[in-house]
């Protein structure tokens, strides 16, 4: 009798469980309808790491050179793939280093915008870049293994300096403004890492929670000499 129970018993069991895992993912699909929140706040620097580079503690000095991006726990379906691609331009012209958010193991196509050769090169990472580009916008595709800052230098032009802030899964970013004050409006509700980071500076990560239509406030700190 138990023998011929136990497999009637089996099916609806094996239903009501996936029914169960379904809801939870459902339940973050939902969060799409709910109202957006919002995450803001400011980033502290401290600067007592001995030996740290003066340009470390002039990271503040303008509003585009700290970064602070979200990342969803746990990570989002992605369907990152060759036809999404991201563009990181290069050029003389500038006149502060550029950082520029991109995706791990996503290709990046690093744009040539001048009409002179640039060697761009890194050395902070496992395996180092290297791209060379002619003038008349040459490029290259470049990948990123690994979370971190990958910073690109150029060979020829000594003032060029690139930084990659390389994530898993950022899904909203925004700068710093000039009071080291940062708000990122819009935030679908759900669980995220908080980080910052610079082009000399990888800051640790805060975990929060977005609930609908609220603003969650938080301190960020960047401590110099810590880069990755």
């Known amino acids: 009798m138990c023998a011929s129970v136990r497999p009637r018993l089996a099916l609806p069991l094996l239903a009501l469980s996936m029914s169960i895992m379904g809801c939870a993912q459902w339940t973050d699909s939902l969060n799409v309808f709910a109202r957006p929140g919002a995450i803001g706040g400011h980033v502290e620097i401290h600067s007592g790491s001995p030996g740290s580079p003066d340009a470390a503690r002039k990271s503040n000095s303008?509003?585009?050179?700290?970064?602070?991006?979200?990342?969803?726990?746990?990570?989002?379906?992605s369907l990152h793939s060759p036809w999404h691609e991201g563009t990181v331009p290069i050029q003389t012209a500038r006149s502060a280093s550029g950082i520029h958010l991109v995706v791990v193991d996503e290709p990046i196509r690093i744009q040539n915008l001048?009409?002179?050769?640039?060697?761009?090169?890194?050395?902070?990472?496992?395996?180092?870049?290297r791209a060379r580009l002619a003038g008349g916008a040459e490029s290259q595709v470049l990948r990123i293994a690994s979370p971190g800052l990958v910073r690109l230098y150029c060979a020829l032009h000594p003032e060029e300096n690139h930084t990659l802030v390389a994530s898993v899964d950022p899904v909203y970013s925004a700068f710093i403004d000039s009071s080291m004050r940062f708000r990122i409006p819009?935030?679908?509700?759900?669980?995220?890492?908080?980080?910052?980071?610079?082009?000399?500076d990888w800051g640790e990560p805060e975990t929060v929670e977005v609930v609908t239509a609220g603003t969650v406030q938080?301190?960020?700190?960047?401590?110099?000499?810590?880069?990755?």
């Open 218 to 228: 938080l301190t960020l700190q960047l401590t110099p000499g810590q880069s990755r």
């Open 114 to 129: 001048d009409s002179i050769h640039h060697e761009l090169f890194t050395t902070n990472t496992e395996n180092p870049l």
């Open 62 to 77: 303008t509003e585009t050179e700290i970064l602070v991006f979200l990342e969803p726990i746990p990570a989002r379906f």
């Open 186 to 200: 819009s935030v679908r509700p759900g669980r995220y890492r908080v980080r910052a980071a610079s082009a000399l």
